[in-house]
């Protein structure tokens, strides 16, 4: 059905949309994870730090994120050119680049959820583990993941959905390349700087609130059935 | 052989909890006290999920803790288990997977009942595949004790285990409790404020106020003592007396002052199964009018609560002789 309905362009932009948005959660998942779990523990010496890091994309401008990117990861940048040397990575200018400044940008938005959720958890039950032999990291993976679930999808899907609309930053560090990097935003931005194609830039418009409502909803109804099997 | 706290001192807020005290390493230890005496904090420490502020803490000659020298064992690794008050289940796993969480924890070398024979002993068989959401209060407290013996500890904490469970199930839970502590070698320590739980299953007391330690020792010795009478509401005053009727030989009971009544003389067809003859050893008045008197018995001290009206009628006199009588069912 959506198939009929879109246009082979469309398709594409939003297929590009998906795969970037999609490789950005996977990935920054499992840091975001690690992060929002140091920052539910007791204060520790640089906790302030790991959380000014956490959420500093979210008070930057997107374009200097890309930027920053560009620095670090560009070819001649020093991650870059060390990715390049050792694996034969690229990141900027493709759309494991798009990936990667989509991440960062939505890292914040994980991070906090998942946070949230940790911090619900009733501290009771890593006592009662710990006096059934369980380590503090035997006691994360069997307990503290399990009951935060709920948490840590609703900030992926959330993640995902703030992921398909990110604009400056992916930009700015992997350009605007279609079928390589040209996500709906970037289409979007493209098609109103081109004369006569302003249905196009309409189309695509409904088409990214579409999935950014989906997303949101999904991350409502995920967190609502799992916590339902949660407590019951 | 036994759980040693020396000079040690827990802080939480402004609590204080300071203890100097020996757990005998056979048999069940009772903390005893009113709510606010630190007992359940006294567990936390043992435990190790409160860190001491000073002092320090073994158990059969290993050091668990040691402040000065800065050594601690973390609650993982110092084989004590604890079952909380509120049990603490897992919310996402089943009364199994609880049950399972502990038993792939123990060290293959402990001998301890597992899952099933424990569900079995404890007579939750049907639960074990419920989610534990599902379970009562008095359900989740067999369970949480279930968890705790299938982690084999090698010294079992238990904090007011009883609260949710009602008469029947009390006893079975007291009696099952004895056994295993026995059969298994295990030192179990219990938490409560209440007397009877206290008279029931100690064979060593610890009796606590206000974070400190008033006293400790046998109950027979220690339940006597003004100091620890100091501890209970008056309506609880009473004695320890071991192996009245409808009570095996070697178990304790609390005899209240209010369930004894007197006589100045043998009674004889009367349907009352504990009859202690004895010498009067005082006679008290209480502030609300009421006479307690001592009575010196082949059982011990016992008390009784009489009205002044009874005390004239009985016309008894320190050193005169009188008959304790209490029912076997008031017990």
């Given at each position: 059905m959506v198939?009929?309905?879109?246009?082979?362009?469309?398709?594409?932009?939003?297929?590009?949309?998906?795969?970037?948005?999609?490789?950005?959660?996977?990935?920054?998942?499992?840091?975001?994870?690690?992060?929002?779990?140091?920052?539910?523990?007791?204060?520790?010496?640089?906790?302030?730090?790991?959380?000014?890091?956490?959420?500093?994309?979210?008070?930057?401008?997107?374009?200097?994120?890309?930027?920053?990117?560009?620095?670090?990861?560009?070819?001649?940048?020093?991650?870059?050119?060390w990715l390049k040397a050792t694996f034969g990575i690229q990141l900027a200018l493709t759309a494991g680049g798009a990936a990667l400044a989509t991440a960062v940008m939505a890292f914040p938005l994980m991070v906090r959820a998942i946070r949230l959720s940790f911090e619900a958890t009733d501290g009771g039950l890593f006592e009662a583990a710990a006096v059934l032999r369980a380590s503090p990291w035997d006691r994360f993976w069997s307990l503290a993941l399990p009951l935060a679930w709920p948490g840590v999808l609703a900030g992926a899907v959330v993640a995902f959905a703030a992921g398909l609309g990110e604009f400056g930053a992916v930009i700015t560090f992997a350009s605007n390349i279609e079928g390589e990097t040209q996500t709906l935003?970037?289409?979007?931005?493209?098609?109103?700087?081109?004369?006569?194609?302003?249905?196009?830039?309409?189309?695509?418009a409904v088409i990214s609130l579409i999935a950014a409502v989906v997303g949101l909803l999904a991350a409502e109804g995920l967190q609502r059935w799992a916590r339902r099997r949660l407590e019951g | 052989m036994s759980l040693d706290l020396r000079g040690a001192v827990v802080r939480r807020g402004a609590f204080r909890l300071s203890a100097e005290l020996s757990i005998p390493s056979d048999g069940i230890t009772v903390v005893f006290g009113p709510s606010g005496a630190g007992k359940s904090m006294l567990l936390s420490a043992i435990a190790g999920l409160h860190r001491l502020a000073a002092g320090n803490l073994t158990f059969d000659g290993r050091v668990l803790e040691n402040v000065d020298a800065r050594v601690r064992v973390p609650a993982h690794e110092r084989a004590i288990g604890l079952v909380f008050q509120d049990a603490r289940l897992f919310p996402h796993l089943s009364v199994r997977g609880n049950l399972h969480y502990a038993e792939s924890r123990r060290p293959a070398a402990r001998n301890a009942p597992i899952t099933v024979e424990i569900s079995r002993l404890l007579e939750f068989e049907d639960l074990l595949d419920r989610p534990v959401k599902n379970l009562s209060g008095g359900e989740r407290s067999r369970v949480a004790l279930a968890r705790a013996i299938v982690s084999a500890p090698e010294m079992l904490l238990l904090d007011e285990p009883f609260a949710a469970l009602d008469g029947r199930r009390r006893r079975d839970f007291a009696r099952?409790?004895?056994?295993?502590?026995?059969?298994?070698?295990?030192p179990i320590v219990v938490v409560t404020h209440l007397i009877d739980e206290a008279a029931e299953l100690a064979n060593h007391i610890v009796a606590m106020r206000a974070g400190r330690v008033v006293c400790?020792?046998?109950?027979?010795?220690?339940?006597?003592?003004?100091?620890?009478?100091?501890?209970?509401?008056?309506?609880?005053?009473?004695?320890?007396?071991?192996?009245?009727?409808?009570?095996?030989?070697?178990?304790?009971?609390?005899?209240?002052?209010?369930?004894v009544l007197l006589a100045s003389a043998e009674p004889r067809g009367i349907s009352a199964r504990n009859i202690w003859p004895g010498r009067v050893a005082g006679i008290m008045r209480e502030p609300d009018g009421a006479i307690l008197i001592s009575l010196d018995t082949a059982k011990g001290y016992i008390l009784s609560r009489i009205t002044p009206e009874a005390l004239a009628d009985l016309k008894l006199e320190e050193g005169g002789e009188a008959w304790a009588i209490v029912k076997a069912h008031a017990l």
């Open positions: 198939r009929a309905m879109l246009t082979a362009e469309e398709l594409q932009i939003l297929s590009t949309s998906l795969g970037v948005a999609g490789r950005a959660v996977v990935f920054s998942l499992p840091v975001a994870i690690l992060f929002a779990w140091a920052l539910s523990r007791p204060r520790f010496p640089g906790q302030g730090v790991l959380n000014t890091i956490a959420h500093l994309p979210l008070v930057l401008p997107p374009v200097l994120v890309g930027y920053m990117l560009l620095l670090a990861f560009g070819v001649n940048g020093p991650l870059g050119g935003p970037l289409a979007i931005n493209a098609a109103l700087n081109t004369p006569g194609r302003d249905e196009v830039a309409f189309r695509l | 099952f409790l004895k056994e295993y502590g026995r059969d298994q070698g295990v400790s020792g046998q109950p027979a010795e220690i339940m006597t003592r003004p100091e620890f009478a100091a501890l209970l509401d008056p309506r609880d005053r009473g004695a320890w007396v071991q192996g009245a009727s409808g009570h095996a030989p070697g178990d304790g009971v609390w005899v209240r002052a209010d369930s």
